[in-house]
């Protein structure tokens, strides 16, 4: 029999939660190439992972009540059910089962989401911090690395052994040392709301001086990936941070933190312009997306794909087809549209239509309702007036969270993919629902 107490107190002395969380986070950057890293680090950071997961594992066994009494944990469990289905109906003989997305949202829905804690509990929260202190730094390290290439005017191509990829500029976009530029993106995005939690939080000018300068330099990544998901998800994010702290925490009226929150956007909006076109006076190599210019879809190709994926949803309403099918069954029936077309194009670039046309209505009415209740219950925290840190780190949470939920709607993310983006979605979502019934109690 497992001694509850027992292990509840070794997983915090040993920081297992924060081990776990970013071994987990680091092993699907790997997963994800972003960034490209030698096989060697790979192994050691599984050793890492699979040290803390018996920790991990063992923990959820002896807190089990805990875990099954997950808000909305069956909605999951329904949609992670849809899910299996699929891949029985349409993906088995064309995928293995470690290699389909079905492993993927075993990990995200069934091990991270329901195992997070309430942060106002016992040492939760430092663990949690170091969890963010650690992505923060990794982020920015790698960033930085990035931003070392562009300043260099580096271009070139990185092989890892099974593919090839662009590293530095692409023709006129900064990927750096990632794979996908809109991915990079994002991972700014989050860099910039850590920053931002920490540089409010501490009191040492030291440490204040070196946060400003992360999220200078998380911003600036951003500019030059000319990632239109990124800076719609850093835009809106800036929106729901700026309003929400100077109306709640700063104790302004409304129309102050509007105009406050709309002046920060504009100063977000304004400068990419002039600092490209600084970059562009020194440099032979270029930072422009002329090609964009010509090109009168502002979506990138997205209309069409959307519209390709709502014609295929409606061909088989109630199953789907399966995700890992989605390219085969385009290049099949709907040979001209720009999935069957492209090779590199394989998913809808939208969460929705993802979960529409890989699990139908089945699976998607599941993720609704999740989706429903979830915005329901952080709604009704975020109109109230708490306790100013209480309120502060939901509002942090709620951040991430927004700038993730953002992006899905122009990027595979939270589901489907392996993307570390996509850990911290789910780590941070399940952290806090965990928390929020706290704060209702307050």
């Not at 970013?22 to 699907?28: M, V």
């Not at 309702?369 to 709604?379: D, N, V």
């Not at 927004?402 to 399940?430: H, Q």
Request: hydrophobic share 50%; net charge positive; proline share 3%.
């Amino acid at each position: 029999m497992i001694n509850q107490n027992f292990f509840n107190k070794t997983f915090l002395n040993l920081r297992i939660r924060p081990i776990f969380n970013f071994s987990l986070f680091f092993i699907y950057s790997f997963l994800f190439r972003i960034p490209y890293l030698p096989f060697s680090i790979l192994k050691y950071a599984t050793l890492i992972f699979v040290f803390a997961f018996v920790f991990y594992f063992v923990n959820i066994l002896a807190n089990h009540k805990k875990y099954i009494k997950t808000p909305y944990l069956i909605f999951l469990a329904l949609f992670l059910v849809s899910n299996i289905l699929s891949f029985f109906l349409f993906e088995k003989g064309k995928v293995t089962f470690s290699n389909s997305d079905v492993l993927n949202h075993i990990v995200l829905l069934l091990l991270l989401f329901p195992t997070q804690v309430n942060l106002f509990e016992k040492e939760h929260l430092r663990d949690f911090e170091l969890f963010l202190k650690l992505v923060l730094i990794w982020n920015t390290s790698i960033i930085l690395i990035s931003e070392f290439m562009l300043l260099a005017n580096y271009s070139g191509i990185t092989c890892t052994g099974y593919d090839c990829h662009y590293t530095g500029i692409n023709g006129t976009r900064l990927y750096g040392v990632y794979a996908d530029p809109n991915y990079a993106s994002i991972l700014a995005v989050l860099s910039i709301v850590i920053a931002i939690y920490f540089l409010i939080k501490s009191n040492k000018k030291i440490f204040k001086i070196l946060l400003s300068i992360s999220i200078a330099i998380s911003y600036i990544f951003i500019i030059f990936t000319y990632s239109r998901t990124g800076f719609i998800s850093l835009v809106v994010t800036i929106c729901v941070l700026s309003f929400l702290y100077f109306k709640k925490i700063i104790n302004k009226t409304t129309i102050t933190s509007i105009l406050v929150s709309i002046s920060i956007v504009s100063i977000i909006l304004i400068l990419p312009s002039p600092i490209r076109s600084a970059y562009n006076s020194l440099y032979t190599h270029k930072i422009e997306r002329n090609s964009y210019v010509e090109n009168v879809d502002i979506s990138n190709n997205r209309f069409d794909i959307w519209s390709s994926g709502i014609n295929a949803f409606f061909d088989h309403p109630i199953l789907g087809i399966g995700f890992k099918n989605i390219k085969p069954y385009f290049t099949e029936n709907y040979p001209n549209t720009y999935i069957a077309q492209h090779d590199k194009a394989y998913e809808l670039h939208n969460v929705i239509l993802n979960i529409s046309i890989s699990q139908g209505i089945i699976g998607l009415i599941p993720f609704i309702l999740f989706t429903f209740f979830i915005i329901k219950r952080i709604w009704k925290i975020i109109i109230q007036k708490n306790p100013r840190e209480e309120y502060f780190i939901i509002l942090i949470l709620t951040s991430i969270i927004v700038s993730i939920s953002c992006a899905s709607m122009f990027i595979s993310d939270i589901l489907y993919m392996y993307t570390p983006s996509g850990i911290i979605f789910w780590i941070t979502l399940g952290t806090l629902i965990k928390t929020i019934p706290s704060i209702e109690t307050n």
